[in-house]
């Protein structure tokens, strides 16, 4: 499944810099995006080097996840594609 990067998962004075927000295509709702949870994405770098993560958990109700990944991105990753993988 195709998803797009939208944000670092964060709070008022922090962003969590290996939590990010992904919108997944075809989700629109909160029941579908838990059924994701324990998905692995990956994404690639412009440089070739894949970086892998895991859906935590569902994030608000229209259907976005939040994901962890083993390193941060760099912030041009933002409005970038990733995969979801089974």
Known sequence: MKAVIRNYR???????THH???VVEGVSKRADAEKLKGKIVSWK???????K????AAHGNKGAVRVILEKGLPGQALGQNAELVD
Do not use: E, M
């Open 53 to 56: 993560g895991k859906v935590a």
């Open 20 to 22: 990010y927000v992904l």
């Open 45 to 51: 770098s412009p440089a070739g080097k894949l970086i």
């Open 10 to 16: 964060r709070g008022r004075h922090a962003q969590r």
